[in-house]
């Protein structure tokens, strides 16, 4: 993962290094779910290993809105982050 990749965790971490306000489109109340890579991979490898048939979600059920996300990268910091939305 790149700092400027356009994802919404680097996007708001080199945003923050830069101390630069957190860029939210909209309200901020979209929401993401996250997951680490490995634990996809398992549940994959686990799958098909076995007899199940049908659909799955290996996704994480817990859901973050924007601004929760970036408050919660804001607490790493040492300075006041601010937030701009944009339409």
Do not use: W
């Not at 109340?29 to 634990?39: A, C, G, L």
């Not at 007899?51 to 607490?75: A, D, Q, R």
């Amino acid at each position: 993962m790149f700092l400027d990749d356009g994802r919404v965790v680097s996007n708001f971490v080199a945003q923050a290094l830069r101390k630069e306000p957190m860029t939210v489109y909209g309200d901020g109340k979209q929401t993401r779910s996250f997951q680490y890579v490995s634990d996809l991979v398992e549940g994959l490898i686990s799958l098909m290993e076995g007899e199940h048939i049908g659909p799955f979600n290996l996704g994480n059920p817990g859901e973050f809105t924007m601004l929760e996300l970036g408050k919660v990268i804001s607490t790493f910091c040492v300075f006041v982050i601010k937030f701009l939305t944009l339409s």
